[in-house]
């Protein structure tokens, strides 16, 4: 693909700074933006930590759909050329941007929301241990998805085909992959949702969030006075 601004090529993994962008850009616009409405009603507290990890999933669903589809473009122009001598596709490799910059958004909520999780409702000398808990869901979810693409090479190239995880890129069909990792991630969000509408928050947070409360309201009267 593409991928000069100018005269500049920029690296292939260069494209990870977008997904950065994405977390900070989205970290900036909740913290000034977002919380500043959320303190003007009558939730002063913002977003709740699993409303925060729902909005990421759901942001995850989206990335994954969209990547689907430019990879679905990609092959599509890659089909068109041909067996030709130029390494690059005649498609600008920004077309990957929305795709990057969408799971930076997923990511700023998830891990914000699942680190306040772990330390909101760990036990009080459980709190240290919450940030070490809140790492090991994302090791955990590396392993998985390294025995997600295994099996799926396995499974796709059954039949002495290249399946959808070749070695050259072009011969595979990752756009089903990243289909298959949408449909995933919805009944990933499902089943969320079914878990968080039953979870029972911890009785201390929820009487330390309703004296924080009480102490806003106390310094909004006087304010006003």
């Not at 990547?67 to 030709?84: C, D, I, P, W, Y």
């Not at 002495?160 to 992959?177: A, C, E, K, S, T």
């Not at 201390?204 to 309201?217: C, I, M, Y």
Request: charged residues 20%; aromatic residues 10%.
């Amino acid at each position: 693909m593409e991928r000069f601004i100018g005269n500049f090529e920029i690296p292939p993994a260069s494209f990870n700074v977008f997904m950065i962008g994405g977390i900070m850009v989205t970290i900036a616009i909740y913290d000034r933006l977002i919380m500043p409405l959320y303190k003007k009603t009558k939730n002063p507290q913002g977003l709740t930590h699993l409303q925060k990890i729902g909005i990421g999933l759901f942001f995850s669903i989206i990335a994954m759909a969209g990547a689907a589809l430019s990879e679905r473009k990609r092959l599509s122009v890659a089909k068109a050329q041909g067996n030709t001598s130029s390494p690059t596709l005649p498609v600008t490799g920004f077309l990957l941007l929305p795709q990057f910059i969408l799971v930076g958004i997923g990511d700023a909520f998830i891990y914000a929301g699942q680190l306040d999780f772990f330390i909101s409702e760990s036990p009080r000398g459980m709190k240290a241990i919450g940030t070490g808990l809140f790492l090991t869901t994302i090791a955990l979810g590396c392993f998985i998805s390294s025995i997600l693409v295994e099996i799926v090479r396995k499974i796709t190239a059954r039949n002495g085909g290249h399946g959808w995880l070749p070695r050259r890129i072009n011969d595979g069909r990752l756009d089903l992959f990243y289909a298959l990792l949408a449909i995933l991630n919805v009944v990933n969000l499902v089943l969320f949702l079914f878990c968080a509408k039953r979870y029972k928050p911890n009785p201390r947070q929820v009487a330390s969030k309703t004296k924080s409360d009480e102490v806003n309201d106390v310094h909004h009267k006087e304010e006003s006075v």
